[in-house]
């Protein structure tokens, strides 16, 4: 990736706006996660903590689709007690030709203190922070192929929670669509800053990254292999949006060489943590008897999502 074309860093080393984990040091990844799992007690209900951002705006900016993240950022900022814009693309002048640019400033100039974008582009929202007044902060929620922050620091927690904070002796694989999935960079990026003992990848050669993406990681081809003692297994969703055709022969063969059922989920350690970002193509990448079986953390990284993103929105607008 290129350089960011603004600091994500104030000169004095705090968080400005949120746009990588790639750079971002240990301790900064590990006091955000603390204040996220004091805020899980409070991100679920109740109204302790909406003085915290009573006052500022926070503008969900998506010109992509999101069930997750939209909806988990709109709540964590709520619970925090800030006013809430939520932007539809569909229903917005963005269908009349406006750019990005001008449709940011736009809301800007309305008194939005914090943009959370999600763009289909690689490095937009970084573009827009550049093009912003410099008080306002920047939250990417996901562009393009590049990154995709907050999933990255939920996925974490959710890995603390079940295999406790020494990520030193765990092994993790990865598996599924690298090459187009912004979760797995960001994943790729905590996992290496947090210390973990062995990062495995398992993908078609077809939808492995180029570059250095994969620096450091052991990439397996066969999944039964790759799966042998791991600690925790991360499964992709297959990006076809972002795919040109025939990387995958047909979604049949990809389950059969790449899915994760029952009779596979048995070579990893018997208390492995299965983990996805969502949406599922359940058949696809996944079973049902193992997306919604007893090693599933699926639906706590979701729930998880709402404290992440109550402790970033604190960490940049508290
Ligand atoms: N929801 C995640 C993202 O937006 C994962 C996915 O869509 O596959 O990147």
Redo the contacts with the bound molecule.
């Keep these: 990736m290129n350089p960011l074309p603004v600091s994500q860093r104030s000169l004095d080393g705090r968080l400005r706006h949120l746009l990588t984990l790639e750079g971002l040091p240990a301790s900064m990844l590990e006091s955000l996660l603390d204040a996220a799992e004091v805020m899980v007690p409070q991100s679920m209900s109740g109204t302790g903590l909406r003085d915290r951002l009573a006052g500022r705006t926070v503008c969900t900016l998506f010109f992509?689709?999101?069930?997750?993240?939209r909806g988990s950022f709109h709540l964590a900022a709520t619970r925090l007690g800030a006013d809430v814009l939520g932007f539809d693309v569909h229903a917005s002048s963005t269908k009349k030709g406006e750019t990005a640019l001008d449709t940011m400033r736009t809301l800007e100039a309305m008194g939005v203190d914090c943009f959370v974008v999600?763009h289909a582009d690689d490095g937009a929202v970084a573009e827009l922070a550049a093009g912003a007044r410099p008080e306002t902060s920047f939250i990417n929620?996901?562009d393009g192929r590049n990154a995709?922050p907050t999933?990255g620091l939920l996925d974490m927690l959710t890995l603390r929670q079940r295999k406790g904070p020494d990520f030193s002796q765990l092994k993790v694989l990865i598996v599924g669509?690298v090459r187009h999935?912004?979760?797995a960079r960001s994943d790729l990026h905590a996992l290496r800053t947090l210390g973990v003992g062995e990062i495995r990848v398992c993908a078609p050669a077809s939808l492995l990254p180029d570059g250095d993406a994969l620096d450091g990681c052991r990439v397996i081809d066969s999944l039964d292999e790759a799966l042998y003692r791991v600690d925790a297994v991360m499964m992709?969703?297959?990006?076809r949006e972002r795919m040109e055709e025939g990387l995958v022969p047909s979604l049949e063969s990809y389950f059969a060489d790449y899915g994760l059922d029952a009779r596979r989920l048995g070579l990893a350690a018997p208390d492995a943590v299965v983990m996805h970002?969502?949406?599922m193509n359940r058949g696809v990448e996944i079973s049902d008897e193992v997306a919604d079986g007893p090693q599933s953390a699926i639906l706590q990284q979701v729930g998880n999502g709402v404290a992440v993103r109550m402790a970033i929105l604190q960490a940049l607008l508290g």
């Design positions: 992509e689709p999101s069930t997750r993240t999600r929620a996901g995709h999933q669509d999935s912004r979760v992709l969703r297959l990006q970002p969502g949406p």
